[in-house]
C-alpha cells in the first residue's frame, strides 16, 4: 500500500470515527416508558392520567400552559386582557399556528373547543372547569373574547390543564386513535398493548424540539419495568412503579434517579352515598383504621408524604390536618359500635392497576380486618376502574392518587364519583372562585381543607412521589409534576 493510499485510508478512518460520534452526540429518539397505557388518546373526555403523560404539550396545546416549575404560561394565546370586574378574558391568539392536518387554528376553534367542553352533553372529566364561562365570542381570527358568569381568581390556571386543550373541530370523529392538535409532535403509531409513538412537527410555530422521535412504551409489572431499565431497553421510567429498586439505580453510573413531588394526592376514595358510608361516624372509623406511615414504608418504601386532606403538601396553602386521623384502632372499633356496626361489616376495595394502589391495597386490607371490617380486594384494569368506579359510582372503597392540579374544587362536585354533597363545600368554593386576592384565596382554601378533613370524605394517604430512572445522557425531564404530563419539548440528548 502506498503512502498516499495509506494517507486516504487514516483520512477515511477520522472522517468514519468523526461522523460516527457526531451521530451519538446528535441522538434524536428516546424511549420512555410508562405503567399505564392510555384508554384513548382525548384528553378532552376521560380523567386518564395516561392520557395527558403521552399528549400534554406535545400533540395538544392550550390557550395557557404549565411549566416543569409549576408556572402558568402563555400557550396557544401570547397574550390576555382582564377586564376590570375580572369576568372578560380576551385573548390574543398566536398568528400562524396550523393544526396538524394543515388547517390553520384561529378564534373559531377555541371557540369550539371550549363550547364543546362546557356544552350540556360535555363527556369532559373536569366539565366544572367550564361552567363559569357564559359566552364565547370570536373578535376576529386572532382574538377571542371569553365572559364569565362571575370572576374567577383561578381561570388562567384551569385553562392550562389537559381537559382544556384547544382541537380541531375536523378531528373530533377520530380523536380518541388519531389525534390532532397543534403541538411539537405529530402523532406516528399507535400498537396497542406496546406502544405508542410520535414525530417531530416540521411545521410547529415555536422553537422545534432537539427529539425528533419519542416512543412510549407501557410497562405494568414491576418486575419487568426493572429488567428492562437494567437491560437498556428504554431510557426513561416516568413515575418508576418499584421504589424499592431505587438504591441500585442511583448506585449505578449508567443511570441518574429524580425524585420529586406530584399534584397527585392518593386517597382510599369512599362512596359517600353507599352504606354503610353515608354515616360520618363509619367515614371517621375508616380514617382511624389506616396507618398511613405502614402504607408509605409498605407499598412506596418509604416514598411519599402524609396528608390529612386533599391538598399538596408543597402548596403555600397547605394545611397539616393528619392529627385528625392518627392511627387508632381502639377509637375506630368504638367508632364503628356507636354506628351499629360492633360485629364489623364487609365492602369491596377495587384496585386499578398502578403499584401504589395494588401494593398499599393489600396493606389497607389488614388494617381494615383489624377493627372488624372486610375489604374483598376487587383488581381491576384501568378502563374497568373508569367504567364502574369513576363513571358506574359501582364500589365500596376504592385506592387512586388524583394528579390534577390544585383539584380540591371537585368536593363541591355531588355528582362526583365519591358522591359528597355539602353545601358548605359548594358554597366555599363559589366563594373562592370569586376571590382573586392571594391572601384571602389562601384563607379559604385553608377552610376548604379543614371541611372535607372534618367530614372525612376520603381516608387521605400521602402524596404521591414523582420517581423517575433515566440514562445519564437524558437532560431536560421535570423532577416535579405540577401536571400529568412528559413535556418532550424540552428533553435532549447531552454532548
Given at each position: 500500500m502506498t503512502n498516499q493510499m495509506l494517507k486516504s485510508f487514516a483520512s477515511a478512518l477520522v472522517l468514519g470515527a468523526s461522523v460516527f460520534a457526531t451521530g451519538a452526540l446528535a441522538k434524536s429518539d428516546i424511549t420512555i416508558a410508562m405503567q399505564l397505557e392510555p384508554p384513548h388518546l382525548d384528553p378532552t373526555s376521560a380523567a386518564a392520567q395516561a392520557i395527558d403523560s403521552v399528549v400534554y404539550?406535545?400533540?395538544?396545546?392550550?390557550?395557557?400552559?404549565?411549566?416543569?416549575?409549576?408556572?402558568?404560561?402563555?400557550?396557544?394565546?401570547?397574550?390576555?386582557?382582564?377586564?376590570?370586574?375580572?369576568?372578560?378574558?380576551?385573548?390574543?391568539?398566536?398568528?400562524?399556528?396550523?393544526?396538524?392536518?394543515?388547517?390553520v387554528m384561529d378564534a373559531e376553534d377555541v371557540k369550539f373547543s371550549l363550547d364543546r367542553a362546557s356544552a350540556d352533553d360535555s363527556a369532559n372529566a373536569q366539565k366544572a372547569l367550564f361552567a363559569g364561562i357564559e359566552s364565547v365570542e370570536v373578535v376576529d381570527p386572532l382574538t377571542v373574547k371569553v365572559t364569565l358568569s362571575e370572576p374567577n381568581g383561578n381561570f388562567l390556571f384551569n385553562m392550562a390543564w389537559g381537559d382544556a386543550v384547544i382541537v380541531s373541530?375536523?378531528?373530533?370523529?377520530?380523536?380518541?386513535?388519531?389525534?390532532?392538535?397543534?403541538?411539537?409532535?405529530?402523532?406516528?403509531?399507535?400498537?396497542?398493548?406496546?406502544?405508542?409513538?410520535?414525530?417531530?412537527n416540521p411545521d410547529y410555530w415555536g422553537d422545534q424540539p432537539a427529539l425528533e422521535t419519542a416512543t412510549f412504551k407501557f410497562i405494568s409489572d414491576p418486575t419487568a419495568?426493572?429488567?428492562?431499565?437494567?437491560a437498556e431497553d428504554i431510557d426513561v421510567f416516568d413515575n418508576f412503579p418499584a421504589p424499592e429498586n431505587l438504591p441500585q439505580f442511583e448506585a449505578d453510573p449508567r443511570f441518574q434517579v429524580l425524585v420529586g413531588s406530584t399534584e397527585g394526592e392518593t386517597i382510599l376514595s369512599t362512596n359517600n352515598k353507599k352504606p354503610p358510608f353515608d354515616d360520618i361516624r363509619v367515614r371517621q372509623a375508616l380514617a382511624h383504621a389506616i396507618d398511613r406511615q405502614a402504607i408509605i414504608d409498605g407499598a412506596m418504601f418509604g416514598y411519599g408524604t402524609p396528608i390529612?386532606?386533599?391538598?399538596?403538601?408543597?402548596?403555600?396553602?397547605?394545611?397539616?390536618?393528619?392529627?385528625?386521623?392518627?392511627?387508632?384502632?381502639?377509637?375506630?372499633?368504638?367508632?364503628?359500635?356507636?354506628?351499629?356496626?360492633?360485629?364489623?361489616?364487609?365492602?369491596?376495595?377495587?384496585?386499578?392497576?398502578?403499584?401504589?394502589?395494588?401494593?398499599?391495597?393489600?396493606?389497607?386490607?389488614?388494617?381494615?380486618?383489624?377493627?372488624?371490617?372486610?375489604?374483598?380486594?376487587?383488581n381491576v384494569e384501568w378502563a374497568q376502574w373508569l367504567e364502574s368506579v369513576f363513571k358506574g359510582k359501582d364500589y365500596g372503597l376504592t385506592i387512586i392518587s388524583h394528579t390534577?392540579?390544585?383539584?380540591?374544587?371537585?368536593?363541591?362536585?355531588?355528582?362526583?364519583?365519591?358522591?359528597?354533597?355539602s353545601l358548605d363545600a359548594q358554597t366555599l368554593m363559589e366563594t373562592l372562585n370569586a376571590t382573586t386576592d392571594p391572601e384571602e384565596r389562601k384563607k379559604l382554601l385553608g377552610e376548604m381543607q379543614r371541611l372535607i378533613a372534618n367530614d372525612f370524605v376520603n381516608g387521605y394517604l400521602f402524596q404521591l412521589p414523582k420517581l423517575v430512572i433515566a440514562k445519564a445522557g437524558v437532560q431536560g425531564l421535570w423532577k416535579n409534576a405540577p401536571t400529568a404530563a412528559i413535556d418532550l419539548t424540552q428533553i435532549s440528548w447531552s454532548e
Open positions: 404539550t406535545n400533540i395538544f396545546e392550550g390557550l395557557t400552559r404549565f411549566m416543569g416549575d409549576g408556572s402558568v404560561v402563555p400557550g396557544l394565546a401570547e397574550s390576555w386582557e382582564i377586564s376590570e370586574d375580572g369576568t372578560v378574558y380576551t385573548f390574543k391568539l398566536r398568528d400562524g399556528v396550523t393544526f396538524h392536518d394543515g388547517t373541530p375536523d378531528s373530533i370523529e377520530n380523536i380518541t386513535t388519531n389525534p390532532v392538535g397543534t403541538g411539537a409532535f405529530t402523532f406516528g403509531n399507535w400498537v396497542q398493548g406496546d406502544s405508542i409513538t410520535l414525530n417531530q419495568a426493572f429488567a428492562a431499565m437494567m390529612g386532606t386533599h391538598f399538596a403538601p408543597h402548596n403555600p396553602a397547605y394545611v397539616d390536618l393528619t392529627r385528625l386521623s392518627a392511627h387508632d384502632p381502639e377509637k375506630a372499633a368504638k367508632l364503628l359500635a356507636d354506628a351499629g356496626y360492633e360485629e364489623g361489616f364487609e365492602t369491596t376495595l377495587h384496585l386499578p392497576p398502578p403499584s401504589y394502589a395494588r401494593r398499599g391495597g393489600e396493606i389497607i386490607a389488614a388494617q381494615l380486618a383489624e377493627v372488624g371490617i372486610t375489604a374483598e380486594i376487587i390534577e392540579p390544585m383539584d380540591i374544587g371537585i368536593y363541591a362536585r355531588p355528582d362526583y364519583y365519591f358522591q359528597y354533597d
